[in-house]
Nanobody, 132 residues
Framework: QVQLVESGGGLVQPGGSLRLSCAAS????????IGWFRQAPGKEREGVSC????????YYAASVKGRFTISRDNAKNTVYLQMNNLKPEDTAVYYC?????????????????????????WGQGTQVTVSS
C-alpha cells in the first residue's frame, strides 16, 4: 500500500500560482500512475492530471490544459502540480492519488476522463482557494 501526503495548498488571488506536492512512500513497482483530483463543495470529484512514474506520460483535463503542469522526481518519490493563472473555479480540495495499473493513464488519455474509481490509494487532500 502506498502512502501519499499532499502539501502546498493555500489562498491565492486570481491569476496567481501555486505548486502542490505529493510525497509518496511504499512503492514496490515501477509503473505507478500518480495523479491529482479535486473536489469543490457540492460537486463530484474531478480528475485534473496524472503522470506515469516510469515514462513520464501525462494527461490533463481540458479545464486545466495550458495552465497546470504535472511533473515527477522519482528520486524523491514526489509528484508536483504547478498551477498557473489560477481562477476562482479552481477552488477545491486537491487530492493526490496513485494506482499500480499502468493502463490508468492510457484510459484517461483515450477517454478524456480520469475516474476516481481507477485509483486505489489516496492522500488526505490540501485546500486551494482562489479569491480576491
Amino acid at each position: 500500500q502506498v502512502q501519499l501526503v499532499e502539501s502546498g495548498g493555500g489562498l491565492v488571488q486570481p491569476g496567481g500560482s501555486l505548486r502542490l506536492s505529493c510525497a509518496a512512500s511504499g512503492f514496490t513497482e515501477d509503473y505507478y500512475v500518480i495523479g491529482w483530483f479535486r473536489q469543490a463543495p457540492g460537486k463530484e470529484r474531478e480528475g485534473v492530471s496524472c503522470i506515469s512514474r516510469s515514462d513520464g506520460g501525462t494527461y490533463y483535463a481540458a479545464s486545466v490544459k495550458g495552465r497546470f503542469t504535472i511533473s515527477r522526481d522519482n528520486a524523491k518519490n514526489t509528484v508536483y502540480l504547478q498551477m498557473n493563472n489560477l481562477k476562482p473555479e479552481d477552488t477545491a480540495v486537491y487530492y493526490c492519488a496513485a494506482d499500480r495499473n499502468r493502463w490508468r493513464i492510457l484510459r484517461a488519455q483515450t477517454t478524456g476522463v480520469m475516474r476516481p474509481a481507477d485509483f486505489g490509494s489516496w492522500g488526505q487532500g490540501t485546500q486551494v482557494t482562489v479569491s480576491s
